[in-house]
């Protein structure tokens, strides 16, 4: 689950700034803040937290 999270991340920061896999996975790796949120039922909840100010347009 871990590392479809990692993927989908970077998947969603290439398609939402227009960046390339290299640039999402550096900037990935140094601003993104993956929390928990919730486990109810052997669910787990997870989110991964972007700071604004990560990517200037």
Known sequence: ???QLW???KW???KFYGI????????AS???????TGVVNGV????AILPH?????
């Open 12 to 14: 969603l920061m290439q």
């Open 30 to 36: 140094v601003s993104v803040d993956f929390r928990i």
């Open 1 to 3: 689950m871990r590392l």
């Open 53 to 57: 100010d990560a990517i200037w347009k």
């Open 20 to 27: 390339q896999k290299v640039e999402a996975t550096a900037l």
């Open 44 to 47: 787990k909840g997870v989110h």
């Open 7 to 9: 993927h989908s991340t």
